[in-house]
């Protein structure tokens, strides 16, 4: 193991790994509500997640992403954790882990590179990062959702959940659509929440 993996591996025996999911959501949805309510004639037919940034709150988003980010983190080592099994291919599972950090670091990376300026520059970052999310993402709960199938101390609501979010954000990638943006990024949440829930009592 890692030194990062020790270390994390010491943290979760302290802190139980749902409690980070949690606040990964919660951190996430203090900076969307916020930005969100507050920024008039924002509509989520019309206008992507990141341009909140650009409303009158868009500072409490980007340190919503940022924190969010980086909470999520040990909650993905945490799911990596609890899904080891006789049948799961290891290789496998360090894809979905090392996916799943990228996508993190990438979303803490957004916070720094919001749409909220002319700069190509930084505007280019900001898809990229934008893009190894949501590619991370759709990418780890395909493989969680065939890791959940395999095991039966999961449910089939972990398996259609996992699968589901990879489905809408495959469905963005071929549209762009806001409103289907929008839809990827609470069931990435909602599925967080879910699995931050179930391991909480459970007490995995």
Excluded: Q
Aim: hydrophobic share 55%; aromatic share 18%; charged share 10%.
């Amino acid at each position: 193991m890692s030194n990062n993996g020790r270390y994390f591996e010491k943290l979760l025996n302290f802190i139980p790994g749902g409690i980070f999911g949690l606040l990964t959501v919660s951190f996430a949805l203090i900076g969307i509500n916020t930005a969100l309510f507050s920024f008039p004639g924002y509509s989520i037919l019309s206008y992507d997640v990141s341009y909140l940034a650009a409303g009158p709150m868009g500072i409490i988003f980007n340190l919503g992403l940022i924190f969010s980010g980086i909470t999520v983190i040990p909650f993905n080592f945490y799911m990596s954790k609890i899904i080891v099994y006789d049948h799961i291919n290891l290789k496998l599972r360090k894809v979905a882990l090392s996916l799943s950090i990228v996508s993190s670091i990438t979303l803490s990376l957004i916070g720094f590179f919001p749409v909220l300026t002319d700069n190509i520059l930084i505007l280019l970052i900001h898809g990229i990062l934008a893009l190894v999310t949501f590619l991370g993402v759709t990418i780890y709960c395909v493989l969680y959702g065939i890791f959940f199938l395999k095991n039966s101390k999961f449910t089939l609501v972990h398996v259609l959940l996992s699968f589901l979010v990879s489905i809408i954000f495959i469905f963005y990638f071929t549209n762009r659509w806001s409103i289907i943006e929008w839809f990827g990024v609470f069931s990435i949440l909602i599925w967080i929440t879910y699995n931050a829930i179930f391991a909480l009592l459970k007490k995995y």
